[in-house]
């Protein structure tokens, strides 16, 4: 009996002793979070206005640029403007207002800098670069390339809404808005499934997503591109409102209707609860005769292909957009998130969401610039918009998550290297390319507002 209540008595001790070490444990995690928001704070308050830069060459207003030397001095489409989200966000925690308005010329600037190019055709660049001329295409037909990502209407939407509605700055150019829109919508559009795709692989934002990477031309209806361009469509309404054309926008509101329907239709798969890109590229019905078998008849003229697309049941990260994008189903959306998100096999990492299942035989985490590498590694911007997406369907505790693995893989970046990367490997959280990177990375100042309950700026 003494021998069983002393090994009682150890067994306690034992169990008391760990629940102290967890304590302290937990005291030091917390206490390191703490320290990381304040490292990231810091670092980012103190050099956000690296990204302010003046008028050159083909630049002719003011911008904001990514930062890092690899991006200095250019003007690239999706970067400046969740960039500027993350500016208006630091404006608003430490900025005066002399400060906020020393940073509309600059935000203003990204916008009608790509419309200064505008023109009658819509086609409207990706990037500027100082030294360059825009428009010029080398022969290459404009309505068969990739042009500027649809989110330049939300850009000045964002900016239009900071600015209680006052869109003024933008009328002159609006026509040119409504251009790139329309181009669009005649040239990047399938009309059979009414999903929009890219032209080629060429600076589609997130460069190397197998579903559109080396594949054929005009095949790819990118979950990624309709999200964004539904969105975008949703902006377009929201301006015109503002400049008292509510006409203009009823036709866009139409415009986003229909897409949303056609997502619903063509991106979700009921089987694996998750939105999925489509492969366009089949074959045209035809009514082709064949005379090999010895008589004439038509090819397959019995029961020909009835569907206008073939889903990629390929997982990436930008399945989880339909969440951002307000296009998800409740129903759906718990699926994405109970199924995918939550899932340590596929997406959940050590630092956030995967960029690619690690279930996926295309799965790397291997550096490269050219192109950038979005087959897994852990970017600031898919953390971001997937921490969005969670956040508008009410998934706080998932949001929290993942908000937290954010504070902490840049916080640590911070403290060991004293600068931000382009994007990192996802169980270590190690750097992996592109010291100095600034750019949507600074959206984790956003995630900090709202982990510590204090004014969030969101985008449109």
């Known amino acids: 009996?003494?021998?069983?209540?002393?090994?009682?008595?150890?067994?306690?001790?034992?169990?008391?002793?760990?629940?102290?070490?967890?304590?302290?444990?937990?005291?030091?995690?917390?206490?390191?979070?703490?320290?990381?928001a304040s490292l990231i704070k810091?670092?980012?308050?103190?050099?956000?206005?690296?990204?302010?830069?003046?008028?050159?060459?083909?630049?002719?207003?003011?911008?904001?640029?990514?930062?890092?030397?690899?991006?200095?001095?250019?003007?690239?489409?999706?970067?400046s403007w969740w960039s500027n989200i993350a500016l208006r966000q630091i404006l608003s925690d430490v900025g005066s207002e002399a400060d906020s308005k020393e940073a509309i010329k600059y935000e203003q600037g990204c916008v009608l800098n790509f419309l200064h190019y505008g023109d009658w055709d819509g086609y409207l660049p990706v990037v500027i670069w100082e030294d360059s001329n825009p428009r010029q295409l080398n022969g290459r037909d404009i309505y068969k390339s990739n042009m500027h990502k649809p989110v330049l209407a939300q850009h000045a939407a964002f900016l239009v809404k900071q600015q209680n509605g006052d869109a003024e700055w933008l009328r002159e150019k609006f026509y040119h808005l409504q251009a790139f829109v329309n181009n669009y919508k005649n040239h990047h559009r399938d009309k059979n499934t009414g999903l929009y795709y890219w032209q080629t692989d060429v600076a589609i934002g997130v460069d190397n997503?197998?579903?559109?990477?080396?594949?054929?031309?005009?095949s790819s209806a990118s979950i990624y591109l309709n999200c964004l361009m539904y969105r975008e469509l949703l902006a377009m309404v929201y301006l015109a409102d503002c400049l008292k054309i509510p006409e203009v926008g009823k036709e866009f509101e139409l415009d986003a209707a229909i897409l949303k329907a056609a997502v619903q239709e063509h991106c979700w798969d009921e089987r694996d609860g998750f939105f999925y890109s489509v492969d366009l590229n089949l074959r045209p019905v035809t009514n082709a005769t064949d005379n090999s078998l010895g008589k004439e008849f038509v090819i397959h003229a019995g029961y020909p292909r009835d569907y206008d697309c073939l889903i990629q049941r390929i997982e990436v990260w930008s399945g989880f957009l339909p969440l951002w994008a307000g296009i998800a189903t409740s129903e759906q959306a718990?699926?994405?998130?109970?199924?995918?998100?939550?899932?340590?096999?596929?997406?959940?990492?050590?630092?956030?969401?995967?960029?690619?299942s690690k279930m996926e035989k295309m799965y790397s985490v291997r550096a490269s610039a050219n192109p950038s590498n979005w087959r897994g590694p852990i970017w600031g911007i898919s953390n971001y918009m997937v921490f969005s997406g969670l956040v508008r369907y009410g998934y706080d505790n998932e949001a929290r998550e993942l908000a937290n693995k954010t504070v902490a893989l840049f916080g640590r970046d911070f403290a060991q290297n004293g600068a931000l990367h382009e994007y990192y490997e996802p169980e270590t959280g190690?750097?992996?390319?592109?010291?100095?990177?600034?750019?949507?990375?600074?959206?984790?100042?956003?995630?900090?507002?709202?982990?510590?309950?204090?004014?969030?700026?969101?985008?449109?």
């Open 1 to 36: 009996m003494k021998k069983n209540s002393a090994l009682r008595h150890s067994g306690s001790t034992a169990i008391l002793f760990l629940l102290f070490v967890l304590q302290l444990f937990g005291q030091s995690a917390s206490k390191s979070a703490s320290e990381y």
């Open 42 to 79: 810091s670092n980012v308050y103190r050099d956000f206005k690296q990204m302010y830069r003046p008028p050159s060459g083909s630049l002719v207003f003011p911008f904001l640029t990514p930062g890092s030397n690899q991006y200095a001095n250019v003007l690239w489409d999706w970067d």
């Open 209 to 218: 997503d197998p579903c559109t990477f080396f594949r054929p031309n005009g």
């Open 334 to 356: 718990e699926r994405v998130v109970r199924e995918h998100y939550a899932n340590p096999k596929t997406f959940n990492s050590a630092s956030g969401v995967r960029t690619l």
């Open 430 to 460: 190690e750097p992996l390319l592109n010291k100095g990177f600034q750019n949507w990375n600074y959206l984790v100042v956003n995630m900090l507002a709202w982990l510590e309950g204090r004014p969030v700026v969101e985008e449109f």
